[in-house]
């Protein structure tokens, strides 16, 4: 079973930086499309990036195109997300997600579609 561990998580101020690690770890016999979701007090959760299996495809909200950076090391088993000039509306929990698929072009960006969770990475962002 493959588990799912975010790092990176933390305190900026606004204009400041951020990147988030996820590391996959136990056997993975499939190819995974993998995301950052998040989810700020009282609000639903909502996906942030993906990316496929190849990293061919990418996928960004609309409110972080332009600042945040999604991106994998499949022979590290790493996913990446690289947030720059984060806003205090950027405050969350960031999770990272994996659904496995045959297809490595494939992308998924509904909460509903992924099957493996992490625990989630606290992000900050003061004004």
């Known amino acids: 079973q493959v588990q799912l561990v975010e790092s990176g998580g933390g305190r900026v101020q606004a204009g400041g930086s951020l990147r988030l690690s996820c590391a996959a770890s136990?056997?993975?016999?499939?190819?995974?499309?993998m995301g950052w979701l998040r989810q700020a007090p009282g609000k639903e959760r909502e996906s942030v990036a993906a990316?496929?299996?190849?990293?061919?495809?990418?996928y960004y909200a609309d409110s972080v195109k332009g600042r945040f950076t999604i991106s994998r090391d499949n022979a590290k088993n790493t996913l990446y997300l690289q947030m720059d000039n984060l806003r205090p509306e950027d405050t969350a929990v960031y999770y990272c997600?994996?659904?496995?698929?045959?297809?490595?072009?494939?992308?998924?960006?509904?909460?509903?579609?992924?099957?493996?969770w992490g625990q989630g990475t606290q992000v900050t962002v003061s004004s």
């Open positions: 136990g056997r993975a016999s499939s190819r995974y499309a």
């Open positions: 997600a994996a659904k496995s698929t045959l297809d490595s072009r494939n992308i998924y960006t509904a909460q509903s579609d992924y099957e493996l």
């Open positions: 990316i496929s299996w190849s990293a061919g495809r990418l």
